[in-house]
Structures are given as structure tokens and as C-alpha cells.
């Protein structure tokens, strides 16, 4: 079952107009999920416009039956696979500014405990939640969240750029989640791939081209040292902290790559998006492309992830489509039922500047997303 709520204008609203940026798929983050009920639930998030913070938190009726006869959302799917939207039964937005040029990436790590903000010129805001420990062990393991809030979180700022470029252009940042206080960054404008651990500079890499994103590659051989992953146009290059160049390089197709992710229940391959408007996936171990699903957007993708449950793929582009689709296409026999795709395609009211995904412990997996127009959306897929 799949359940569709919305919230339009939200951000507008409450804060003015929505910048889109240059690339708008990577711009948002969920930071917090409490369930109060079988479904009714509260989704806090943070995206970022321009150099503007905001925090929103969204709260879901008990039944998605409830309809609201005067809200309109524009195209929710053209398909008609997935039900109106329903609206939020309560919303709220916050916003700061940060002392930053626009805001290029949002990473948050896997226990939503930390977000971190990148700008154009590579500048990392870090913003951590307050946490409290259950025992006299002060392990993080052992340690939650109760707090997200971003005017009452804890704030720091590094990375700060040794000169500065007019033409700035694209950035990316993202979590060692084996090290929870190594973060990695990537810029367009200096062309480099940086490293930190406890706020301090840790390697730098020189990149041949201008960098787009990146991710850690856990599935190594090598056991705990994860590997950096980047994409500079077309290719994928390769990078180990204990060495002082690259260690591979791959170049995938003549289109510029915009989004990696590795999937949770397959984690031998890594799924790549770009300008081709399809998902390849890359073996880690014979570094070649074992499947590719095409035509996934329209116009260029952005922004793809991977669902931990079920062996889908979640994709968007720089318009206003979602597309949903199995990024291994095994052979089906006659006798054997085909997999049931929670949606096709679903359409925002105006181009995303964020899309994310999150899973709720052993529940539903959530996909959040925010557009130009202020509008906040969210996609819970029950199993």
C-alpha cells in the first residue's frame, strides 16, 4: 500500500520564493521520523535554498482516506497508480540563513543524528542534534536524537576555501558511516575531493575534470577502510585515503554521471544517473555495467537511491518526475508472479529542488521531496 501526502506553498509561504539552483536533486534531508501511531507519524526535514535553512515538520493523518476537497496539486500522476494526495494534518517551517555562498549538497548519516551542508566554494556546515545516553557508556551506538531542531542544534563550520572563484559551480558532501566523524567533500570550482575528520582537513585529491558527486564504497576488500567513489563527467574515479592518488578509473558512456548510490541489498554493485536519463549499474568487482534500466526521466537524472527492502529504484530528474522501477531485471517464469511496483511515475507541482529517502526502522519507507513552488511532498510505502 502506498499512501501520497502533500503541503503546498509550505516554504513560499512562509519564507518568499524558492531558489532551483543548477542541479536540484540533492538539496533535502529527513532527520527524524517519529511514529505515534500504526499511521499516523511526524517527518522532520531540512532542505536548503540559496543560502537559506529550512526546517519542516510534517505531520500524517491516520487515514489517508481523508481528502481535501480544496487543495489542488498539479499532475500527482499522470498514471493514476497512486491515490490524490492527502494533506498534512499539520505543518510548520523555519528558516535561518547560513554564512554561506548557495547551498550545493545535503548529506545526513545513517542514524540522522548529523547534517551536513556543503556551499559552492566547499565550506562544510555541520549541524549535530543533541543526544542523550541510556547507560554510564557514552558509546555513539548508544546514544539518540532528541533533538533536530536547527535553531537549538549544534553548529560547526570548516573547510573554508584558500581563495575564491567567481564562476563557482557544483559541490557534494556525504558521511563515512563507518566513521561517523569523516566526512568527505567534492567542488566543481577547485576541482578537488577533501577529507575530514573531527573537523580537520585529513587528504586532499586532485580531480582531472570538475567533480559532481560522490559516495563510500563499503563493499571493499580491504575490510574497514571504506573507498571514496566520484563521478567527473563521465567517469567514475576511484579513491583510497591510504593512497595518494587514485586507485582506479572507469569512464562509463560519453554523459556527464550527477548521482551515485550503492544498494543496500546488493551492495557488489553501485547504481549511477546522469545525463544518459538512465540507472546503470556498475559491478565493484569486475568494475563493468551489469544492468541498466533506460529512458527513466525525461531530462536528465539527478538523483537516484535505493530501497533497503525490495530490490527498486527511485530516480528523479531536474523537472517535476519520480520514476519508481527494479533495477535488476531477472527472468520471470510463467507460474511465478511479477513484482508489484509501488508507482510508476509521480509528479510534483513544479521542478524538485530535493529528493530524499529514508527507512523507519522495520516499517515503511518514506520518500520526501520539495519543490520551487514550496510545496512538500512525501510517499509512504507500507509492506
Not at 521520523?33 to 505531520?59: E, G, P
Not at 510548520?92 to 547551498?103: N, T
Amino acid at each position: 500500500m502506498t499512501s501520497v501526502y502533500a503541503s503546498q506553498g509550505l516554504v513560499a509561504q512562509s519564507q518568499g520564493m524558492v531558489s532551483g539552483g543548477r542541479f536540484n536533486a540533492c538539496r533535502v534531508g529527513i532527520v527524524g521520523i517519529q511514529q505515534s501511531s500504526d499511521s499516523c507519524r511526524t517527518i522532520s526535514m531540512v532542505a536548503a535554498s540559496n543560502n537559506k535553512l529550512f526546517s519542516l515538520k510534517l505531520d500524517t493523518p491516520q487515514s489517508s482516506s481523508e481528502q481535501c476537497k480544496d487543495m489542488a496539486v498539479d499532475k500527482p500522476s499522470r498514471t493514476g497508480e497512486l491515490p490524490p494526495p492527502t494533506p498534512f494534518t499539520s505543518c510548520s517551517c523555519d528558516a535561518i540563513s547560513l554564512p554561506a555562498e548557495e547551498i550545493a549538497c545535503v548529506a545526513t548519516d545513517q542514524e540522522r543524528n548529523r547534517v551536513a551542508f556543503v556551499d559552492q566554494l566547499g565550506r562544510v556546515h555541520m549541524m549535530q542534534s543533541t543526544l542523550q545516553t541510556d547507560s554510564a557508556d557514552s558509546a555513539p551506538k548508544r546514544r539518540k536524537a532528541v533533538g533536530t531542531d536547527p535553531l537549538t542544534a549544534k553548529w560547526a563550520t570548516f573547510g573554508e576555501p584558500q581563495s575564491y572563484i567567481a564562476d563557482v559551480g557544483w559541490a557534494a558532501v556525504c558521511f563515512n558511516e563507518r566513521n561517523i566523524d569523516t566526512v568527505c567533500t567534492s567542488t566543481e570550482a577547485f576541482k578537488n575531493i577533501t577529507v575530514y575528520q573531527n573537523e580537520q582537513l585529513l587528504h586532499t585529491f586532485n580531480v582531472m575534470r570538475s567533480p559532481s558527486c560522490l559516495t563510500y564504497l563499503y563493499n571493499v576488500a580491504n575490510g574497514a577502510t571504506p573507498l571514496i567513489v566520484a563521478a567527473d563527467g563521465p567517469t567514475l574515479s576511484i579513491y583510497d585515503v591510504r593512497q595518494p592518488k587514485q586507485v582506479k578509473r572507469m569512464q562509463i558512456g560519453t554523459a556527464n554521471i550527477y548521482s551515485i548510490a550503492e544498494p543496500a541489498l546488493h551492495p557488489n554493485l553501485l547504481g549511477i544517473a546522469g545525463g544518459s536519463r538512465s540507472v546503470q549499474m556498475v559491478d565493484t568487482k569486475k568494475w563493468c555495467v551489469r544492468h541498466s534500466w533506460t529512458n527513466v526521466t525525461k531530462y536528465e537524472c539527478t538523483y537516484v537511491t535505493f530501497s533497503a527492502k525490495k530490490p527498486l529504484c527511485f530516480a528523479g530528474g531536474i523537472d517535476t518526475e519520480l520514476s519508481c522501477g527494479q533495477y535488476i531485471k531477472e527472468k520471470k517464469k510463467d507460474d511465478q508472479p511479477k513484482d508489484q511496483l509501488p508507482f510508476g511515475k509521480f509528479y510534483g507541482d513544479s521542478n524538485w529542488i530535493g529528493i530524499t529517502r529514508a527507512t523507519q526502522s522495520d516499517h515503511d519507507e518514506i520518500l520526501c521531496g520539495v519543490t520551487n513552488k514550496g510545496s512538500a511532498y512525501a510517499v509512504v510505502m507500507q509492506p
